[in-house]
């Protein structure tokens, strides 16, 4: 069944090659499709389009519905093109006629943009609430190892001491970077294209006002062209979050594979959370780290992908867009994915004690070394040389003392300034006030 089908048979391939995988994505939005229904129905009955009688059988039915898809119970009849048409199907199964009523002043073009900026926002809460648990965790591990030192590079070669404080606290601040610009990707998502039928509105006296307030938009998509052109933009964005965030996980990833060889030997993992070699009896691979950095990696790529897809369009719709949600839809779930795993691995890794004392760490004081002279009046570029000179001469000595106390520094991580910073940008989100449309607009009335 086809919402557009009119009194021909489209041929069996083009079907098939048209349709693709859109039945498998669409479930993923079978609930905001609902959800999006419910709205839509509840403002045609306020502006007179449905008697009240009609809408309260609709609703019905619909919330079941939601509860279904909710459960994942909903499913695509075989022969049924799309989450539009097979929820309208089970209306008109269900209400006969008065279930074709629903599409009234839409199209399956701002349906489908409904549906998918409720779904991205709905997976940005729970990519956000994965940012957060391991944001947790690294700030946690920072706390705990902030008196253990290691070295610090540049150019990968020893500089100056680092400590396991500073290493975690960096990857925890660098979250909140994410989470700001998750937050943008949030906002941007969160405007209403309902009513903007198929780009150019409708000559039905419908209040998109009422939908944007139903369904907990902070706002709407004014333009009705502005609101079509936001399919593939909104993809677009999306992709920035996932590739940012990307760049931070495997970064992270690649820090503990390094950190974990043995030439380093600064942390390592519990046997049963490493792989063995087939031929080395000795091997304990980071295969879970190396993983983790090949999946985030290819996030990264992501931006470009929607890019080449979209790039070339005019506005309006093109069929092209459907195949963003095979982009898109399992990059976030690998997101959440590789969020989990990290955590699970930083919650449970191994810090080494006492690397510094190594002979071949020396050289990372050289700059405390100088800042001393500095600070008892010889000026730095004097200091500077009297120290290489040292170096040279194979004289240097130190007693290997950090003495950092300025913001952000070894003596003065600034956690819970850091702290403060993320729970400043979850706050941005407001989540909760989602949560309280979407529970008002789905519930029984007793």
Not at 78 to 83: L, Q, Y
């Amino acid at each position: 069944m086809k919402l557009w089908q009119k009194d021909f048979s489209t041929n069996q391939a083009v079907e098939e090659f048209t349709v693709g995988r859109d039945r498998e994505m669409d479930l993923r939005l079978a609930p905001f499709d609902i959800l999006g229904s419910l709205a839509h129905t509840q403002m045609l009955s306020e502006v007179g389009l449905l008697e009240k009688e009609e809408f309260d059988a609709l609703s019905l039915v619909l919330k079941k519905l939601y509860r279904e898809a909710v459960a994942e119970k909903f499913e695509i009849t075989e022969g049924v093109e799309d989450v539009h048409s097979q929820v309208e199907f089970l209306l008109t199964h269900e209400l006969g006629d008065m279930g074709k009523r629903i599409h009234s002043a839409r199209s399956r073009n701002d349906q489908v943009l409904v549906d998918l900026k409720l779904f991205f926002r709905a997976e940005i809460q729970q990519v956000t609430e994965g940012i957060k648990d391991l944001f947790d965790t690294l700030l946690a591990q920072s706390e705990k190892y902030k008196d253990v030192l290691l070295p610090g590079y540049t150019h990968l070669q020893v500089a100056m001491p680092s400590s396991f404080g500073l290493w975690f606290g960096a990857y925890a601040e660098t979250l909140t970077d994410d989470a700001q610009l998750w937050q943008a990707v949030y906002k941007i998502v969160n405007q209403n294209p309902l009513g903007s039928a198929a780009g150019y509105g409708s000559s039905l006296p419908i209040n998109r006002t009422r939908t944007t307030e139903l369904l907990g938009f902070e706002d709407l998509n004014y333009n009705v062209v502005a609101a079509q052109m936001g399919r593939g933009k909104s993809e677009q964005f999306v992709a920035f979050g996932l590739a940012a965030l990307g760049a931070t996980l495997s970064k992270l990833a690649m820090d503990i594979t390094l950190y974990i060889n043995q030439n380093f030997d600064f942390v390592s993992l519990p046997p049963e959370l490493t792989t063995g070699s087939s031929i080395m009896p000795h091997k304990k691979n980071p295969d879970v780290f190396e993983l983790i950095r090949a999946k985030a990696n290819r996030l990264q790529s992501l931006p470009t992908e929607v890019a080449l897809l979209t790039s070339s369009l005019p506005s309006g719709y093109h069929r092209d867009f459907q195949l963003l949600k095979e982009m898109i839809f399992p990059a976030l779930d690998e997101v959440k994915n590789i969020l989990s795993m990290t955590n699970f691995m930083m919650k449970n890794i191994i810090v080494k004690d006492n690397i510094l004392a190594d002979e071949k760490y020396k050289y990372l004081f050289t700059v405390e070394e100088v800042n001393r002279l500095v600070l008892r009046g010889v000026p730095f570029r004097d200091a500077y040389k009297q120290i290489g000179q040292s170096v040279e001469n194979q004289t240097f000595e130190t007693d290997r003392v950090v003495e950092h106390i300025h913001e952000g520094t070894i003596g003065n991580l600034c956690n819970e300034k850091i702290s403060t910073k993320m729970m400043r940008i979850l706050r941005g989100f407001e989540f909760e006030k989602v949560e309280e449309k979407i529970a008002y607009l789905t519930q029984f009335q007793l």
